[in-house]
């Protein structure tokens, strides 16, 4: 429910089957279906069409990657860089989103440019990236980088929970 | 010994109640899918939670003034203002109450002369007629059909109504059915109540949950407000039903009486659920549309599902319950839930636990997930196949 809470503007104009896959149910799509009244096919195409006007970018699970054992190294990059005439930042924040080390990227308001999420298999990886590959680009001023410690909560999920067995009543007036 | 000499009479001649015995049956069996939890499935929003998490830190342990806290019915007139057109002043028309429960006792206990007559519709939540019972009033039940989508109309008052009524219980939408009623119906049970001498107590706690067409309050109403103790609270809408937090809104007298008798039992309300209660009132509105919008996707797959397997249920405009018939399966409605309980582990309630008009109906509330909610119509379709198939 709390990724539909940062979305409540947008609730009143969203398709009912994105609310659906907000709400984090993790339905099928004929159980879609059943919930909304429409034929499976019909679910697919609406999905299909979602993907198509980007709206529906994908899927991807949320893992915990807190384990050691993991071996993925997580860094958070600041990076100043030159607006271009004609692109703004377009054209570089492209080109910096493509490497597949970079898993997120932003442009921001403040004291930087971009905010770049970035992951690789070692902090020697990482910084490998940043120095070799992010920091040559032309048109990057500065990076500022910050190694991911320890997560708390992933894309809505918190980690470090228990998972409590299910208090509620069976039967309730 | 004998203790039970000791119990008061009116207590002892107390129905058990017909939830407390399902509910006992249900317990005692694993895997069951219930459709009988009366309460929000969603946890109370962080924020809310993490309001009470902060005045513990600051050190809010104290009592609060006995109509509660007045940051906290401030918030209540502004809220009940703007979303039920009724204004109510903070300094004494507004007390804050131990769950809109405690707020409903206080009030039968302020107003019920022993003998008085109460009226309420029914099927109903279990525990207004036992609340008029333990006050030594009398119920006078008024009938609701499924042919009216069970709205309270004025001609089933008109026919329930006896010398000696004095109050009469409002609770819409209702729990058990779902049914509520339109401005034109309000109006008309207004106007009832202001030809009989009737006092209102309108339990609204379901109001935010109104999926079509408005929500009325009937304290809206031109001249009702003197006539109306308004209760509410946050257990549906804010998903808060354990911090025990409700209100009751009216006329200074009325509000000093049950404030009287609140204050001599309760004292107050807790204070952490209050200052919780504030946050809710002041940022809960988003988290609450967007659960109200989840109960409303449920309710029309429920709905649907019962009706294709043919257990016809009227599309109920607000609450979290759907109340469908079982007539055509030829069983009595606790025949029915207790099969569907032995032979697929689905619980509903049956619906005289609710009153001798729920007789032929289950009550399901749709409080739950869809995965759930999916299975539950799967299972409910294959017990009521069987059912088929044995009659032949």
Redesign the interface.
Known sequence: ??F??FF?KL?DVMS?II??LL?G?S?TTA?MG????LPEAEVNRQIDQLKKDHILLGWRPVLNLADEETGVVRAVIEVRITPERGGGFNRLADRISRFDEVESCYLMSGGYDLLVFVSGTSLQRVAAFVSEKLSTIEGVLSTATHFLLRSYKEQGFLLDVQAEENS?????? | MDTTRYIAKHVINLPRSGIRDFFEIVAKMKDVISLGIGEPDFDTPWHIREAAIYALEKGKTHYTSNLGLIELRRAINRYVEKNFGISYRPEDEILVTVGVSEALDIAFRALVNPGDKVMFHQPCYVSYHPSITLTHGVAVPVPTYAKDNFALTAEALVAAWQPGCKLLMLNLPCNPTGGTCNRAQIEAIAKFAVEKDLLIISDEIYSELTFEGEHVSIASLPGMKERTIFLHGFSKAFAMTGWRIGYACGPAALVEAMMKVHQYSMMCASILSQEAAVEALLRGEEGMKSMRDQYHRRRDFIVRRFNEIGLKCHLPRGSFYAFPSVETTGMGEKEFALGLLEAERVAMVPGTAFGTNGTGFCRACFATGYDQLIEAGDRIERYVQSLKTKSR
């Open positions: 429910m709390a539909l809470l409540a609730r009912p609310k659906l709400e149910g339905l159980q059943q919930v909304l009244n509620r009543l069976k039967v309730a007036p």
